[in-house]
T-cell receptor, first 111, second 113 residues
Framework: QKEVEQNSGPLSVPEGAIASLNCTYSDRGSQSFFWYRQYSGKSPELIMS????GDKEDGRFTAQLNKASQYVSLLIRDSQPSDSATYLCAVITSGTYKYIFGTGTRLKVLA | DVKVTQSSRYLVKRTGEKVFLECVQD?????MFWYRQDPGLGLRLIYF???????EKGDIPEGYSVSREKKERFSLILESASTNQTSMYLC????????????FGQGTRLTVV
């Protein structure tokens, strides 16, 4: 079982819709969770971090964490064509400094 | 702003060469990481370092080694480059405390011919 799993997509949504991206992780003791956006040919850039169960909102982005079910999700409201990118989920595994990524989900926002 | 700088944006090397990829960060971060990124495989952790002279293997360390003699610099070494090491290499750093994010360098596209 992979440590961090994401659906590779592509996930296609129309402009203005809500995009929902999901990530599951295997280490139940993991404490820190991150979402990155990566445009083609560029480095990943941090969108949001979340450490506690529940929702965390930042502008059009909402991160959701459910430790009991071992998943973390990212919602993008009012999706724009400029949101088209690969979204990477990252987890710090318990007891280590390992910073592990999923394979990423490619999002396409259709104008 | 955190700055993570990788020494080269593009690199072409021959099979069998010893290759050094350098990464420098300016925020006094304890943890540093090297990843490679290949289509469909995401970011795979090669090695990481949680402090000066400390290193740990990631998920794909074979064919690589690392060096961290100073806190700000983390080097990835390909002992004898092979064509299957052609990839995008990304360096990242973070503060060594709970709940802190990692910042990335611009990446090095390495081609081994």
């Amino acid at each position: 079982q992979k440590e961090v799993e994401q659906n590779s997509g592509p996930l296609s949504v129309p402009e203005g819709a809500i995009a929902s991206l999901n990530c599951t992780y295997s280490d139940r003791g993991s404490q820190s969770f991150f979402w990155y956006r990566q445009y083609s040919g560029k480095s990943p850039e941090l969108i949001m971090s979340i450490y506690s169960n529940g929702d965390k909102e930042d502008g059009r982005f909402t991160a959701q964490l459910n430790k009991a079910s071992q998943y973390v999700s990212l919602l993008i409201r009012d999706s724009q064509p400029s949101d088209s990118a690969t979204y990477l989920c990252a987890v710090i595994t318990s007891g280590t400094y390992k910073y592990i990524f999923g394979t990423g989900t490619r999002l396409k926002v259709l104008a | 702003d955190v700055k993570v700088t990788q020494s080269s944006r593009y690199l072409v090397k021959r099979t069998g060469e010893k290759v050094f990829l350098e990464c420098v960060q300016d925020m006094d971060h304890e943890n540093m990481f090297w990843y490679r990124q290949d289509p469909g495989l995401g970011l795979r952790l090669i090695y990481f370092s949680y402090d000066v002279k400390m290193k740990e293997k990631g998920d794909i360390p074979e064919g690589y080694s690392v060096s961290r003699e100073k806190k700000e610099r983390f080097s990835l070494i390909l002992e004898s480059a092979s064509t299957n090491q052609t990839s995008m290499y990304l360096c990242a750093s973070r503060r060594g405390t709970v709940n802190t994010e990692a910042f990335f360098g611009q990446g090095t596209r390495l081609t081994v011919v």
